[in-house]
């Protein structure tokens, strides 16, 4: 399979910034995400001219547990949630149990840390910058916690972040709430934290965001931060839908 147009090639060495590639994919299963992710991953590892790729999209509802795990956080019967259409999927990255569903903006920035002169610390910080600088956009003061990593409105959580890294390159990422249904976070004790709530931009607004301008404002946050390019020509978009359809 062909992800040179996920990835980039050598272009970045006749322009003073490097490119980073971006793929807009709509509604995607995790399952099929985390296999773009790795597929994405393992072309960066094996070309040296390559620094990183950037996916964004939604997921159906899914409880995914981290690193730690996150069963013992769950607050509902496997019943229940077999009732209600939701998998629960074991994934690599850290933290701990967390919901994604429609609505809820995903990015998947796939990095080559050495080649970008980041460091995991550095990788976190950004995230949590380009959240803070998405919100402010819409007036919301988003904020760090020494809490648990992510974004933080007051005492609600609003953003998220889980990260795995393998051979210098992170996949995972952030997770805005944006439109989304905040109900099944009532369900775990989100990033395994007990006794807190989480809101979403719609909540803070009292009113629906365009998804559209949240992603673009998340682009451009994302370049400002990262001191890049983020550039999606017509043939990323056409792949990004093909490898949605073909499942990686």
């Given amino acids: 399979m062909r992800l040179e147009t996920i990835i980039g090639n050598d272009s970045h060495r006749d322009s ?30 094996s070309h040296s001219n390559r620094y990183a790729a950037v996916l964004f999209l939604e997921h ?21 949630l077999a009732s209600q259409n939701i998998p629960v999927v074991p994934t690599d990255r850290g933290g701990d149990i967390t919901f994604h569903g429609p609505g809820q903006l995903i990015v998947y920035p796939v990095i080559h840390l050495t080649r970008n002169r980041l460091s995991v610390v550095d990788l976190v910080d950004r995230l949590e910058e380009i959240m803070i600088r998405t919100l402010k956009i819409w007036n919301i003061s988003g904020q760090r916690s020494p809490v648990n990593h992510g974004v933080w409105v007051g005492k609600k959580k609003i953003g998220s972040i889980g990260i795995h890294i393998k051979k210098a390159v992170s996949i995972h990422g952030i997770a805005l709430n944006v439109n989304n249904s905040l109900a099944p976070f009532d369900w775990i004790n989100p990033c395994g934290l007990t006794g807190i709530s989480m809101t979403s931009m719609k909540q803070e607004l009292n009113r629906d965001v365009p998804m559209d301008q949240v992603i673009r404002q998340m682009r451009l946050s994302i370049e400002t931060v990262f001191q890049i390019e983020l550039k999606m020509g017509e043939r990323g978009k056409a792949e990004g839908r093909r490898l949605k359809k073909d499942g990686g």
Avoid: C, H, M
Avoid at 62 to 80: A, H, I, M, W, Y
């Fill in 60 to 80: 159906p509802p899914v409880f995914t547990l981290g690193k730690r795990g996150g069963l013992d956080n769950l607050q509902v019967s496997p019943e229940f």
């Fill in 16 to 45: 003073p910034q490097i490119v980073w590639n971006a793929l807009s994919l709509g509604l995607v299963d995790y399952v099929t995400a985390l296999d773009i992710q790795k597929k994405t991953a393992e072309s960066l590892i």
